[in-house]
């Protein structure tokens, strides 16, 4: 379907009528309709400082926005649907209750935005570069999201990652808390000194990943999680010094709360330690056996003194 071509007359005198709209409760004015346009030649830029321009309930079902530069907005309630942001450049931008479906930012480059209570349900986000930018609780449902690469420290909370499997991906310095990455699989994904905190992995796992000194705090980890994360069969993929001290295990912190351990004091600290149920004993045998594992990629990449968090 081609799309409509509008002219900057025809835009502005949409969005008069769409604010003379909000400001009647929808009793005058119209909603502005821009589905299926083209913008690739608009300008989104807002120059005033100190106050984000707002575009709040408005459709961009299937508009092009490709290559299009969006700084200090903020968009409220809009229909995104199949709209194409390949390639766009955003920063400083707020997108609340947004609805993203199938849409695709190929390419986009996004500095310093915040995407809150958005929909990016089978939305493709690939090749996409973030920095300093904050995700809370947004829908992710088998969004595609492979190639992504964070610049400069990202944060994700609350959002649901169902069924996501990003590949290729290099999520370094990124900030994972309270977020569902049930029935989903990282694959070739780095992440350097990235955090997850309270994170639920259940039938997920790291795939070929290179987590260096990852953090994983009280998140919610399965056997699978567990052999997909550390086998050295995943080589070049190495694991060391991943933090696992928040981990309850055996009903007990094994950790102490100290920052590292060698992996033959993890084996012996473990072994030592009672298992008094059947739960107890199967994640006991469980860990003794990521402990030999360990060990096993210590001895193969030859870090005689490494330590693994």
């Known amino acids: 379907m081609d799309k409509r071509q509008l002219s900057m007359e025809e835009i502005q005198r949409a969005l008069k009528e769409h604010q003379r709209w909000l400001d009647t409760n929808h009793q005058s004015g119209a909603q502005a309709d821009f589905s299926n346009c083209d913008f690739r030649s608009f300008d989104f830029c807002y120059e005033k400082r100190g106050e984000l321009r707002e575009f709040c309930s408005m459709n961009f079902r299937g508009a092009d926005f490709s290559g299009v530069s969006f700084e200090r907005l903020h968009f409220k309630d809009c229909d995104f649907t199949d709209a194409v942001l390949d390639d766009a450049y955003l920063e400083n931008v707020r997108f609340e209750d ?7 930012m190929d390419g986009a480059y996004i500095i ?4 809150k209570h958005n929909d ?8 996409a570069k973030m920095a300093d930018c904050v995700f809370l609780d947004n829908e992710f449902h088998c ?7 964070v610049t400069q420290p990202c944060r994700f909370e609350s959002n649901h990652f169902h069924t996501t499997n990003p590949c290729l991906s290099d999520l370094s310095n990124t900030t994972f808390l309270g977020n569902s990455f ?3 699989d990282f694959y070739g994904c780095t992440f350097d000194n990235s955090s997850f905190e309270k994170c639920n992995f259940r039938q997920s796992g790291f795939l070929n990943c290179f987590v260096e000194k990852c953090q994983f705090k009280q998140c919610e980890l399965e056997q699978e999680f567990i052999h997909s994360t ?6 070049p993929a190495i694991h060391f010094a991943c933090d696992l001290s928040s981990q309850t295990i055996c009903g007990k912190n094994l950790f102490n709360g100290r920052s590292f351990m060698k992996v033959d004091d993890f084996i012996k600290k473990l072994s030592d330690m009672p298992a008094a149920t059947k739960e107890d004993k199967v994640h006991k045998k469980m860990l003794l056996s ?6 096993e990629v210590c001895a193969e990449y030859h870090r005689r003194d490494d330590y693994v968090r």
């Open 112 to 115: 310093g935005c915040e995407f």
């Open 98 to 104: 947004n609805d993203f479906r199938n849409a695709s």
């Open 143 to 149: 969004s595609r999201m492979n190639e992504v690469r």
């Open 120 to 127: 990016f349900q089978n939305a493709f986000l690939g090749h």
């Open 290 to 295: 990521l402990g030999k594992m360990l060990k």
């Open 230 to 235: 550390f086998t050295p069969r995943n080589a």
């Open 182 to 184: 049930v029935n989903g």
